[in-house]
């Protein structure tokens, strides 16, 4: 049988499960691509480092120009996290002549644009089914499968650790402290988790299936976004009292006003899909306007997990199909944006909030005047009684919104916080449109 060389640049966690996938089961890939992918070269920093699997002799190397000089080694598997050396080494693989496969969403976050081009005039391409949700396959159903539809939103939990914490939140009632050291001790946080928790991670994701889905030129750090850093229990056990629970939700949806993105902490209704994603799974619901709603669900990150979306993509690319579809689709191409990003302002929703207040007459009087003035009507209300022991007299106050902007809701809680009988910060959290009663 044929055999196409191919190498990996990165033998961490991800390369060593390519390598492994590679090595063991060289049946599947060859019933899949026709042909053998060969395993030519592993290219690392430090040769002294164990390694997660075994190499035949001669394939490691600490010299990436025994892949750059090779004119046989055609795909490379180039997995290297963050933005350098990983961007110079890319452009260095396609100047030579490299199709490269790769799992950074960072990078090409920030620098698709330059990356895509320079492998458009050099004819080669760049495939990254694992940047986005691990072995989920959801850049492959945006970019080709849901070609005949006008896709209408994407929402998703693309950020397995901030998921991890808020379900371990809400099932144990743990603070988020609590749930962090256990993601941590269990190997789904890094010792600095601030880029999963504080919403990056799921922004520079959500740029990448903005512009596949839409055709949007956005860069993830213009994407409004609200990580789980400061969730509260509180606000899960009061969510659930309601009836929803609380997902760090990615959300791009299509409207004539242009489209709407962020990321932020939702409350969604118990019994939806997403609502239901548990530990540190991710989860996508796209809708097209033919195809209708589908749903999407697995492990986002992981070694094998994305070593398989990597594979795939080696696959894909050594019989030539996705060269077809990356010059295409012309990706982060210097075309305009096909969409106008909607004003952060001016997105609607439902909106929850939660308020310490003084329990004395003439409360509810003054919040109500206030969203009243800022157009945002009542759907529902939380006020327990003051507890006997509690010296302040204050007690918790929950409001649930009906639809209003999102400058609305924000400059009604500005007010709010403004009066004397308001103690302590508050929290205002969106809640998702569910799609029943938007049909």
Not at 181 to 195: I, N, Y
Not at 307 to 314: C, E, F, N, P, R
Request: charged letters at 20%; one cysteine or more; hydrophobic letters at 45%.
């Amino acid at each position: 049988m044929d055999k196409t060389k191919v190498a990996i640049v990165g033998l961490g966690t991800v390369g060593s499960g390519v390598a492994r996938l590679l090595l063991d089961h060289g049946d599947r890939t060859a019933r899949h691509a026709g042909r053998t992918l060969w395993l030519e070269k592993a290219v690392v920093r430090d040769l002294s480092r164990a390694r997660g699997c075994d190499l035949p002799q001669g394939v490691l190397t600490d010299d990436l120009t025994t892949v750059l000089d090779d004119p046989e080694i055609k795909v490379v598997a180039q997995l290297i996290g963050g933005l350098e050396p990983a961007r110079s080494i890319m452009l260095q693989l396609l100047e030579a002549g490299k199709d490269v496969v790769t799992a950074n969403k960072a990078l090409l976050a920030d620098h698709g644009p330059e990356l895509f081009d320079r492998a458009r005039a050099l004819g080669r391409c760049i495939a990254f089914e694992a940047a986005v949700a691990g072995g989920v396959p959801i850049i492959t159903n945006v970019s080709q499968c849901f070609s005949a539809n006008q896709i209408q939103s994407v929402q998703g939990i693309l950020n397995g650790t901030s998921n991890f914490i808020a379900s371990q939140m809400d099932q144990h009632g743990w603070s988020y402290d609590q749930a962090l050291k256990a993601a941590q001790e269990l190997g789904f946080a890094e010792a600095d988790p601030s880029m999963d928790v504080d919403g990056t991670d799921a922004a520079q994701k959500l740029a990448i299936l903005a512009h596949l889905a839409f055709g949007a030129r956005v860069h993830w750090s213009e994407i409004p976004r609200v990580g789980i850093d400061t969730l509260d229990a509180k606000d899960l056990q009061f969510a659930s009292k309601l009836g929803f629970r609380i997902k760090l939700i990615a959300h791009a949806r299509l409207v004539a006003e242009g489209l709407e993105l962020c990321v932020a902490p939702t409350l969604v209704r118990k019994g939806q899909p997403l609502a239901e994603v548990q530990a540190n799974y991710n989860a996508i619901t796209v809708v097209g306007d033919a195809v209708g709603d589908v749903f999407f669900h697995g492990q986002g990150a992981g070694q094998m997990p994305t070593a398989s979306a990597v594979v795939a993509d080696m696959i894909d690319v050594a019989v030539g199909r996705e060269q077809i579809t990356f010059q295409t689709l012309e990706l982060w191409s210097q075309r305009e944006s096909r969409v106008r990003i909607r004003a952060v302002d001016d997105l609607p929703g439902r909106y929850y909030m939660r308020f310490r207040v003084v329990d004395e007459p003439g409360v509810m009087a003054k919040i109500t005047n206030i969203l009243g003035q800022e157009q945002l009507s009542i759907a529902s209300i939380i006020q327990h009684e003051t507890a006997p022991e509690d010296v302040s007299q204050t007690v918790q106050l929950v409001i649930m919104t009906h639809e209003a902007s999102e400058g609305a809701a924000r400059k009604a809680v500005e007010r709010i916080m403004q009066l004397p009988i308001v103690h302590g910060p508050s929290v205002r959290l969106r809640v998702m449109q569910d799609r029943l009663a938007s049909r």
